[in-house]
């Protein structure tokens, strides 16, 4: 039995479930990982997802401000087992696509600051799902997210390298003046714009 150790304090959701989850990947049966957080939203999320993977979840108080989250289990030798703990799949090309289209560097409406925190949490959450949107689309205000200087810069050059189609309108890189700071995936149209979003199985606006 191997003992893995993720500290996770101070990190905003979803990193904690993320992080906990890609240790997981790489455990044997009865290894443990024990995951250090720093408030109890964060323990209930990783008891959920610990219950939705039927793995035996259980917790700590180390001190007020911090808790050990523990998780037992993990992927077991063998082509099922393999399948299905692979982080990240792209969609086959016979399987309806999903399209995410961001139409702000904020997510939801209210407070800015928090807006801004909550769409780099989206965007950090959807390099890990177990299957990957064909294409990102960002226009208006989501074109700040696909440029140099860009909290979310990282997150957008990994789902690229993972075959996710990352696209910025140009009219609206134009409108901001940053068409010559484009640091990830290419310059799109409306029509683009507009015929992906019609042929898409799905598409995802947060």
Not at 49 to 57: G, N
């Amino acid at each position: 039995m191997k003992k893995y150790m993720v500290d996770a304090r101070g990190k905003q959701c979803p990193i904690p479930v993320v992080e906990t989850k890609k240790m997981l990947a790489q455990m044997a049966e009865s290894d443990i990982v024990e995951t250090l957080v720093d408030n109890e939203i964060a323990v209930q999320n990783l008891e959920k997802m610990a219950r939705q993977k039927q793995l035996p979840f259980r917790y700590e108080t180390l001190d007020g401000h911090t808790f050990r989250a523990v998780i037992t289990g993990g992927c077991f030798e063998g082509e099922e087992q393999e399948t299905e703990c692979i982080p990240c799949q792209i969609p086959s090309a016979g399987s309806k696509e999903t399209v995410v289209v961001l139409s702000s560097d904020k997510m939801g409406e209210g407070d800015e600051t928090l807006g801004k925190a909550l769409m780099k949490g989206f965007l950090y959450a959807l390099t890990s799902q177990e299957e990957l949107p064909s294409a990102v689309i960002m226009y208006n205000g989501g074109a700040k997210l696909s440029v140099e200087g860009s909290d979310s810069l990282e997150d957008l050059k990994l789902l690229e390298s993972q075959g996710v189609e990352i696209l910025t309108c140009g009219t609206c890189l134009n409108h901001y003046g940053l068409t010559e700071k484009l640091a990830v995936g290419n310059v799109t149209n409306m029509y683009v714009i507009c015929e992906k979003m019609m042929q898409a199985g799905k598409v995802v606006k947060p």
